[in-house]
């Protein structure tokens, strides 16, 4: 049975992570780590990691990016591998993960959903092919109205894979408004939509002459994304050091 803390449990993902872990039989959350204490969970939950007296084999995380910093001190720290799932880190906390990974294991991905897994690999084969056919390429992601990061880490992994298929000639463009000029041919537009309760809806449009082609990714719930969160945690529990992506666990 692995044990895992789930960091950041009183939070939607966290609450509905913790409603599919206790569906499955290979893994028990132990622990919660959460300031906010007006939830009732079945593991006892501590206001910070450095509260936390329960040991576990890996730690979930979906909080937010302030917290990150103190998740990366102690998984180092305890040598437990990490499921860092907190999108919007700054530059030098991507370059913390980078050399955190060196110490521990560390599986990040922007989402966790096997669908945009899957259409991250599709768009970056699509623009090796458009891209290079002069189609202009536009990302429309939108999302709930607490999502706080802006554009969202999908729409940037999306891009991210889109610009390595193009070796890396593309930048990347997220507001028009000051802009009275046309687009650049090198560039990927990413325009970002906030409402109501959208769980998360990304398109990748491949714009030519005369033909336009989408590709797209809805997500109906959250739990697409918890049940991806679990198999990590249970894919990375025994691994060694290193950056792993939701990658190695679709191939694994």
């Given at each position: 049975?692995?044990?895992m803390?789930?960091?950041?449990?009183?939070?939607?993902?966290?609450?509905?992570?913790?409603?599919?872990?206790?569906?499955?039989?290979?893994?028990?959350?132990?622990?919660?780590?959460?300031?906010?204490?007006?939830?009732?969970?079945?593991?006892?939950?501590?206001?910070?990691?450095?509260?936390?007296?329960?040991?576990?084999?890996?730690?979930?995380?979906?909080?937010?990016?302030?917290?990150?910093?103190?998740?990366?001190?102690?998984?180092?720290?305890?040598?437990?591998?990490?499921?860092?799932?907190?999108?919007?880190?700054?530059?030098?906390?991507?370059?913390?993960?980078?050399?955190?990974?060196?110490?521990?294991?560390?599986?990040?991905?922007?989402?966790?959903?096997?669908?945009?897994?899957?259409?991250?690999?599709?768009?970056?084969?699509?623009?090796?092919?458009?891209?290079?056919a002069?189609?202009?390429?536009?990302?429309?992601?939108?999302?709930?109205?607490?999502?706080?990061?802006?554009?969202?880490?999908?729409?940037?992994?999306?891009?991210?894979s889109?610009?390595?298929?193009?070796?890396?000639?593309?930048?990347?463009?997220?507001?028009?408004?000051?802009?009275?000029?046309?687009?650049?041919?090198?560039e990927?537009?990413?325009?970002?939509?906030?409402?109501?309760?959208?769980?998360?809806?990304?398109?990748?449009?491949?714009?030519?002459?005369?033909?336009?082609?989408?590709?797209n990714?809805?997500?109906?719930?959250?739990?697409?994304?918890?049940?991806?969160?679990?198999?990590?945690?249970?894919?990375?529990?025994?691994?060694?050091p290193?950056?792993?992506?939701?990658?190695?666990?679709?191939?694994?």
């Amino acid at each position: 049975m692995i044990k895992m803390i789930m960091h950041g449990c009183n939070g939607a993902m966290g609450q509905t992570i913790t409603q599919i872990a206790a569906e499955d039989e290979n893994i028990a959350i132990v622990a919660g780590i959460d300031p906010n204490h007006t939830r009732q969970n079945p593991y006892p939950v501590f206001p910070s990691l450095e509260a936390c007296d329960v040991k576990a084999d890996v730690i979930v995380d979906f909080t937010s990016a302030k917290a990150v910093d103190g998740l990366l001190d102690y998984s180092i720290r305890e040598k437990v591998p990490v499921v860092l799932c907190t999108t919007g880190l700054s530059e030098e906390q991507n370059e913390r993960v980078q050399k955190a990974a060196g110490q521990v294991a560390i599986l990040r991905s922007a989402n966790m959903s096997l669908g945009v897994n899957l259409l991250i690999k599709m768009v970056k084969e699509a623009a090796q092919v458009l891209a290079g056919a002069g189609f202009d390429i536009e990302i429309v992601e939108k999302h709930h109205n607490k999502k706080v990061d802006s554009p969202s880490g999908t729409a940037l992994a999306l891009a991210d894979s889109i610009n390595e298929a193009m070796n890396q000639e593309y930048h990347y463009v997220s507001d028009r408004s000051t802009k009275m000029e046309a687009r650049d041919k090198k560039e990927i537009g990413i325009q970002s939509v906030r409402g109501g309760t959208i769980v998360g809806e990304h398109d990748v449009i491949f714009a030519g002459a005369d033909e336009v082609i989408t590709f797209n990714h809805t997500a109906y719930s959250k739990a697409i994304f918890a049940k991806g969160a679990v198999s990590a945690a249970k894919f990375l529990a025994e691994k060694t050091p290193g950056l792993y992506t939701m990658k190695d666990v679709v191939q694994s």
